[in-house]
């Protein structure tokens, strides 16, 4: 005897609300404006970095909205675990996660990916004659290949924050990381040398998300649209 | 002190796995549920061999999963032999030697298990069962309807009931490169944005394409909504032919099963590096894992063919749990037949091997649900 297989179609479809994925810190602020034209209206601590709360109910009851570090946003859509976000284009460049699509750019946040180093040290070697460099960064794979693109292997010192410390204390030659206004190089006495890319945020979806949901996805991804023309 | 990995016994390599009970059970008659549809259809069953010649094994639409094979030096021949990473290759090779004088259409079925090198963080497994089907000889919307529409009773066969069929065109992206002049490094780009859906990218590497290319993949969704997109595309004559045969496909299908769910991302092409022609990807609502995938391809380089294969793996994840077998004790020294007429109504009896005097006790202790006394199955 073969034992039978239950009948699926007999449940309603697994629906629950749709998860959308923010970044802490300084794109959120960034966020809030357009969050607003598209009509997500979070619980109001959602901006509190104080707040406790990760997961936040929206007006709708159909969207929740959690609030991951940067790089986790990728990693929540790419598994699938938040069916839309909101994140850098350097994330996505950096994990390159197949399970990610980017159907819109956003326009905010906008700043640059930059190759840094001491003002003491630029300009004083030609970098075509270098064989390997030692660069501290927190975007290992973008360095690598941009630096191995001009026949340079990078090695990497791995770091999560103030990069700018690296060179002043010998821990690298010189550092890749996100450029704004270029503020916090001075005040560390770098100097920004080469743009790697120039960043802005993005609507990324889980890829399998939108084969299976189009319709929802779908016009999310169109709210989104309609919010960045101009009024 | 070293960085090797604590030494025991039940660590495997990355990627493999022990199916235990009842799962092995479970897989072993979902895969024959599968087959059972597939047969029913006509399709004749093959078993090629596990392992055979490089040579062999990646010629045609083997050389797309060339990288993802494990490679063993043949002691006796002392030729290079490669463990297959997919089924379809070898099923060609089958219809192109030792079947190209079988009568066209030609309906073969498969299932095993294959190797790959290495998984991908979101899908880690190396080994994977594959079950699938091959229609070979046949060029029509007919046949393309015929594999999305044998795969959905096949899933059906083991409870699933509402997947989502992707169909794609593969070969519309590399069409439109064609018309528009794309080549170089600019094309792989394109392609690479496209693959990402990165609309920017696509914007800054597209050209004159780009407008299409972005309406296109605006369009990725409902069947009806993309077919009415590439319809108002303006498509150039190359790429509008292939729509066209997307159009008679979902027509075709939808002529036999009206209620499938059918989605079309025009321009994707991923994961199709031998397909040619309509091409689709099974999803199951809510899960992330694609469960089966299969499309047209050129067999032997030169036959029209199309085919799909299921993932049993990432099926069974997707399907209803399957009821256990009810197991039943059958104390020391009961009548051996009346344990074979419970087995025949579906009981899988477990006879004790010695006298027990807790029979209630020693039953629950071997997981067994029920107890054979005097000559019937009592539930404990």
Redesign the interface.
């Known amino acids: 005897?073969?034992?039978?297989?239950?009948?699926?179609?007999l449940?309603p479809?697994?629906t629950g609300p749709l998860i959308l994925a923010l970044p802490k810190g300084r794109i959120l602020s960034e966020c809030g404006p357009l969050l607003a034209r598209v009509g997500i209206v979070p619980a109001a601590d959602y901006v509190d970095e104080n707040s406790r709360r990760l997961r936040f109910p929206t007006e709708d009851p159909d969207l929740d909205v959690v609030r991951v570090r940067p790089f986790d946003v990728a990693t929540f859509v790419?598994?699938?675990a938040a069916q839309i976000g909101i994140c850098g284009?350097d994330v996505?460049m950096e994990f390159d996660?197949?399970?990610?699509?980017?159907?819109?750019?956003l326009g905010i946040g906008a700043c640059r990916i930059s190759v840094a180093e001491p003002a003491s040290t630029a300009g004083s070697d030609d970098p075509a004659r270098w064989s390997r460099v030692r660069v501290a960064t927190k975007y290992p794979t973008i360095a690598r290949r941009h630096f191995a693109a001009r026949g340079v292997h990078a090695d990497v010192v791995h770091l999560t924050g103030a990069m700018e410390l690296a060179p002043t204390l010998g821990l690298a030659r010189l550092i890749v990381d996100l450029v704004a206004t270029g503020s916090t190089l001075k005040a560390n006495g770098l100097v920004e040398t080469e743009v790697i890319d120039t960043i802005?945020s993005?609507l990324i979806v889980?890829r399998?998300?939108?084969?299976?949901?189009?319709?929802a996805i779908?016009a999310w991804?169109e709210r989104f649209r309609r919010a960045m023309l101009p009024a | 002190m070293t960085d090797d990995l604590p030494d025991n016994p039940a660590l495997l390599p990355a990627g493999l796995r022990d199916l235990l009970p009842p799962d092995a059970e479970t897989e072993a008659s979902a895969v024959g549920a599968i087959m059972n549809v597939f047969a029913a259809h006509g399709y004749q069953r093959v078993k090629p061999p596990l392992i055979e010649f490089e040579d062999s094994l990646l010629a045609g639409s083997g050389a797309a999963v060339a990288e993802q094979i494990f490679r063993i030096m043949d002691p006796d021949s002392h030729r290079m032999m490669g463990l297959r990473a997919d089924t379809t290759p070898q099923v060609a090779r089958i219809a192109t030697t030792r079947l190209a004088g079988a009568a066209r259409p030609l309906r073969l079925s498969y299932a095993g298990q294959c190797l790959r090198v290495s998984g991908s963080q979101l899908a880690p497994e190396r080994q994977i069962a594959q079950a699938g089907i091959e229609l070979i000889g046949n060029d029509s919307p007919e046949a393309d309807a015929e594999i999305v529409l044998v795969g959905a009773e096949a899933l059906a066969a083991v409870g699933l009931n509402r997947p989502s069929f992707d169909l794609t065109l593969p070969m519309l992206a590399p069409a439109l490169f064609d018309e528009f002049d794309v080549h170089g490094t600019e094309r792989g780009a394109l392609a690479r944005a496209l693959d990402r859906k990165d609309a920017a990218a696509v914007t800054r590497h597209g050209g004159a394409l780009a407008p299409i290319l972005t309406e296109l993949l605006l369009a990725a969704g409902p069947a009806d909504r993309a077919l009415a997109a590439l319809a108002a595309a303006g498509l150039p004559i190359v790429a509008e032919k292939l729509a066209e045969r997307l159009r008679e496909t979902v027509a075709a299908i939808r002529r036999h099963a009206p209620d499938l769910r059918l989605t079309i991302d025009p321009v994707e092409f991923r994961g199709f590096r031998y397909h040619t022609g309509v091409s689709v990807t099974i999803y199951a609502p809510g899960r992330h894992e694609e469960l089966g995938r299969g499309g047209r391809y050129l067999c032997g380089d030169a036959e029209p063919a199309t085919g799909l294969t299921l993932f049993p793996d990432s099926v069974l994840r997707a399907a209803p749990p399957r009821q256990a077998r009810p197991r039943l004790f059958v104390p020391f020294g009961q009548d051996r037949a009346q344990a074979a007429s419970l087995r025949a109504q579906g009981f899988a009896t477990v006879t004790a091997l010695a006298k027990t005097a807790d029979i209630q006790g020693e039953a629950r202790r071997l997981g067994c649900s029920h107890v054979l006394r005097d000559g019937v199955a009592v539930e404990e």
């Open positions: 005897m073969t034992a039978p297989y239950f009948a699926k179609s449940e479809e697994a790419a598994f699938g284009a996505l996660y197949p399970e990610i699509y980017a159907p819109l750019d802005t993005r889980n399998t998300a939108l084969k299976t949901q189009p319709e779908g991804i």
